[in-house]
């Protein structure tokens, strides 16, 4: 079974902090997908990487960043959290960039 | 634009009648169809995917999919209380380089 983590369930942050969510796939997949998802807005792509080191900006890509330095793990950063940063988010990985994609848990963070 | 639509609900369904869920997409080059189901503060989970016309069964689970309609659907036999849940189309676009387009999701709820 694909497993993906992710690094916590529950996040609090203020306002100006840097905030690092971390993805872990098991699968040797090369695509890893961050997602915020909002109620009424549905899934919306932040940032995806199809390999080591390289980056895509998806659909919403204003304040937040990524990292991927290893095939496996996929850091999303909030350079200044705000409030309006406050989403659940989720993490995903796919053997294809068009292909199934697998989800972690998601990670519920609140800016106060 | 990359639109995938679904009707948002709630949709309500006897236990062990048939649910009907559909979703339209608007881009023509789409080959990859897949439907996830989500439980309130859960992740997706991925139940099926579909890339070819026509009907696809796992268990209690069909896909359908009409590509010259534009059109795909999740019919669920048997419905149980456990399927009470919001159902997620998915489907790639952009030639496959941009990930997946997600609907905002159908709200199902079966009742007993």
């Known amino acids: 079974d694909v497993k993906v983590t992710q690094s916590s369930r529950y996040l609090v942050k203020r306002t100006g902090e840097k905030v690092f969510l971390e993805c872990v796939q098991d699968?040797?997949?090369?695509?890893m997908f961050w997602y915020r998802q909002d109620p009424g807005l549905g899934l919306r792509l932040i940032y995806f990487?199809?390999?080591?080191?390289?980056?895509e900006k998806g659909d919403i890509p204003e304040g937040y960043s990524v990292s991927r330095e290893k095939k496996e793990r996929f850091s999303l950063i909030l350079e200044s959290a705000s409030t309006n940063q406050t989403s659940m988010y989720l993490c995903?990985?796919?053997?294809?960039?068009?292909?199934?994609?697998?989800f972690g848990p998601g990670t519920r963070l609140t800016v106060t | 634009q990359k639109e995938v639509e679904q009707n948002s609900g709630p949709l309500s369904v006897p236990e062990g009648a048939i649910a009907s869920l559909n979703c339209t997409y608007s881009?023509?080059?789409?080959?990859?169809f897949f439907w996830y189901r989500q439980y309130s503060g859960k992740s997706p989970e991925l139940i099926m995917f579909?890339?070819?016309?026509g009907d696809k069964e796992d268990g209690r689970f069909t896909a359908q999919l009409n590509k010259a309609s534009q059109y795909v659907s999740l019919l669920i036999r048997d419905s149980q209380p456990s399927d009470s849940a919001t159902y997620l189309c998915?489907?790639?676009?952009?030639?496959?380089?941009?990930?997946?387009?997600f609907g905002k999701g159908t709200h199902l709820i079966i009742q007993p």
């Open positions: 995903a990985s796919s053997p294809r960039t068009d292909g199934e994609q697998y």
């Open positions: 699968m040797d997949h090369e695509n």
């Open positions: 990487s199809y390999d080591v080191k390289m980056k």
């Open positions: 881009d023509r080059g789409s080959q990859s």
């Open positions: 579909i890339y070819s016309n």
């Open positions: 998915a489907v790639n676009t952009g030639g496959g380089a941009d990930g997946l387009t």
